[in-house]
């Protein structure tokens, strides 16, 4: 499926640059944590109620912030510092701000691995029946993208959303089913209407992409090789038009999983994601106490960016490797 | 409409009243039809037509999408061509660093980082978060005692030529600032590395070295000829990316409760008010592909091998 040319044009451009090898390495650690979370982490992210003794979150460190406290009638100040026992802090009901980071790395990358697989298998058979055959099976596809390119994703997601509603889907998680980390939720929600939704809004750029290659190598020699010898045509669609489209659909679908990360966590932000483990939706609760517990809408944040940035520079080589011209790189969500 | 003791007589009435007794198809040509007249229908939870409530909020969303593509071409175009032009100094991996952090960054995010850091930590007067609002962040400006005023350009231009003050101006430009650089910065990020590789690739044209053995100075070839040919396919993504630009201003304005359709429409939403929701998202569908023919027709114009057929 990948040639040598593209191979080694990979391991050159891997080679001489830097930030390939950032965003792979970013990447690993993501996926890893995101694994693993439930090792990792020291509380169980959904256990509120990890308050200071003064009544407040706790702050991590240089966050130590001072409050009041009505005690026997009298109101004093006092100061609630930071523990070690919670190294981000506590958010407003109590929960640990470190723990929940880490899993909402598995939502996020969930989704965006579900959304992505679920685009490609809506949009890449339709895409090369459509570019295979033409006609008005292509007129028909392509009329229906055309509506579909009309919204912005964001937009049609938020339509989308409205109309299924926000539906959970509990995962269980192996790690834990396995005995590896006591105490921890033996099953996480993951927001399922939404991997349908990203799925909807973007598999029209795989089918997209998938019919441009598929109108190329129609009138390859190879096809008409294959063709001149009776080959059923879905054999000819499985063995030399989807091998031979391959490179620019993998490179799509490296910068499509970044725009789902990004729709993901504004979906769950404005409250439509109906988990509440996701990064977007640890933002929308920390929002309302910025100015005076600002680190709850910090750290999911930073989580949110260091995921896209990685994914946004492993796309980056990807394309600079093996196709500058790709079709939808440059759009967004 | 009618309530928990309506009689059964009453809602059959109503029911042919609002055309409900009729085939589903020939509901939807009614609506259809009513679309091409500019009905968008009626909202009955806010008792109005939506046609009224969606051009009543364009002004503001107009307002934050324009100042944010300015901002974004003010910025990225100079910052492009400074990365471009001194290739693999710390100038280009600065840019560099800046728009890759600016694709990736959520702008809900964005925003209330902004805020963090302006309006709380540094006490700027910009938009600041009113603590314990509830679902909306609301905007307040602490230079203001009596509390928030929303001005429209329009008003604040008014304002200008009634009596000469720049009072409302100002306050405009205080409002739009921080809304507009989140909105931005995606635009900004992006814009910024389509100039930088659009001149890289330009620059190696056989046209740039006949310009340059003809004598024209360095600076004329890169700005007359380079940065203009660039300009073709950054105005390409841009139209493109209008549909971004509107589902950002949705996430936008939700976090500075910018007076804007995006906030009208995750309002509807919240309320399930569906002939709401529906009219402004057509209405937001129409300007994607209305602003796509516009930059169709601006090619024309910048390239003059391009004809409108």
Redesign the interface.
Known sequence: MISDRVRSNLKRTFRESLLPKLGVTLLTVIVFVALFAPVLATHDPTRTGNFHENGGPYPPPGFDYTTTVSQDGEITEVTVTSTEKHLLGTNTVGQDVYSRALYGARVSLLVSLFGVSLALLLGVPFGLVAGYYGGRIDDGLMRLADIM????????A??L??VFGSQPVRVPDPIVAAGLADGMPESIPIPGSVTVVVALVTWVWFARVARGEALSIRNEEYVKAARSFGTADWRILLKHVLPNSFTPIIVLATIQM?III?IE??LA????SGTTLSW?YE?ET???????R?WI??VP?IG??LA??SV??IGDWLRDALDPNIEGS???? | MLGQGATQDLIEEVREAEGLDEPIYVQYGDYIGGLLRGDLGYSWRSERDVAAMVVERIPATIELAVAATAIAILIAVPLGVISATRRDTPYDYGATLFS??G????N??LG??L??LFG?WYGIPYP??D????LW?RVEFVDLPTGRREVGLGGAVLTLFRSGSFGDLWLWIKQITLPAVTLGT?FTA?ITR?TRSGMIDESGKPYVTATRAKGLPGVLVQYKHVLRNTMIPIIT?LG??M??????A??TE??FNWPGLGLR??SA??V?D?PL??GI?IF???M??VINIVVDALYTYLDPQVSLE
Do not use: C, H, K
Not at chain 1, 330 to 333: L, P, T
Not at chain 2, 243 to 248: A, E, K, N, P
């Open positions: 390119l009309a919204f912005p994703a964001l937009v049609l938020l339509a959303i409205g970044a990004l966590a504004s932000y404005l409250g439509f977007g933002i920390g929002q309302d106490v910025l100015r005076t600002p809408a910090m944040g949110i960016v896209i940035v946004n520079l440059e759009r967004g969500a | 890759l952090l694709i990736s960054t959520p809900f995010w209330l980082m805020v963090l709380v600041t978060i603590v314990g609002s509830g962040i995606y992006l389509l993504v493109l990316q549909g971004t630009l509107m589902g950002g949705v996430i939700t976090v429409l995750i939403l919240g399930r569906w929701m529906q998202i937001i569908a129409v994607f592909v």
